[in-house]
């Protein structure tokens, strides 16, 4: 697998959000270039990957309020040598929330892949910045589980969208919640 479903899967994409192409280049161009892309060694950036996590209602998102960047995000982090980023997501979502059940949704044309983004990680010793080059998923907790904050949180808590807008300005985390949202819409969500 390596690189090259990670290659196919951002074609993908791209071939479906072709006004996405730029960031799309970038991280294409990353990838296929670097072979240690997934290894948080890999400087100056690596690959990650991401959950939107909806609530089992499909009314509100679970972010984290993220203890070394201290702002709220959506629940993610470092492949660590995984290839497979949906692998990656759903790792990270069940390590950040405590819940252990969720849902995989799809966009068009069945993608898993639900967005990319790059984002500038600052300078924190003894690590220089560098860049995340992310992977995101959209997943539906499943009903009955309780969520809890890891050691990498200050908190943990659900939102409704236009809450998250009137309290959040990061463009991408918007993106994100809208295109979210409208892949809910679209599956019969409420």
């Known amino acids: 697998m390596h690189r090259q479903h990670v290659l196919r899967l951002l074609r993908r994409y791209q071939a479906i959000h072709p006004g996405e192409a730029a960031c799309v280049e970038r991280i294409l161009g990353f990838v296929g270039e670097r072979s240690d892309c997934f290894e948080r060694s890999c400087l100056p ?3 990650t990957a991401s959950a939107w996590i909806a609530s089992p209602d499909r009314r509100r998102f679970l972010l984290t309020h993220h203890r070394k960047l201290d702002r709220w995000l959506q629940l993610g982090g470092h492949a660590d040598g995984d290839p497979d980023p949906r692998a990656v997501a759903l790792r990270e979502a069940r390590e950040e929330s ?4 969720f849902d995989l949704l799809t966009c068009d044309a069945g993608l898993e892949l639900v967005d990319v983004d790059i984002h500038r990680i600052p ?6 910045a560098h860049d995340h080059h992310d992977l995101r998923f ?3 907790a499943r009903a009955g589980q ?12 659900w939102f409704e969208l236009a809450e998250l807008e009137r309290r959040i300005d990061e463009s991408s985390l918007l993106r994100l ?6 892949i809910l ?3 019969g969500a409420p």
Request: aromatic letters at 0%; glycine letters at 8%.
């Open 138 to 140: 959209l997943l539906v």
């Open 146 to 157: 309780s969520i809890r904050v890891s050691d990498e949180s200050h908190d943990v808590a």
């Open 177 to 182: 919640g809208r295109k979210s949202r409208a």
């Open 185 to 187: 819409a679209r599956s």
């Open 98 to 101: 405590g819940m252990q059940e």
């Open 123 to 128: 300078a924190r010793a003894p690590e220089p």
């Open 45 to 47: 950036g690596h690959i």
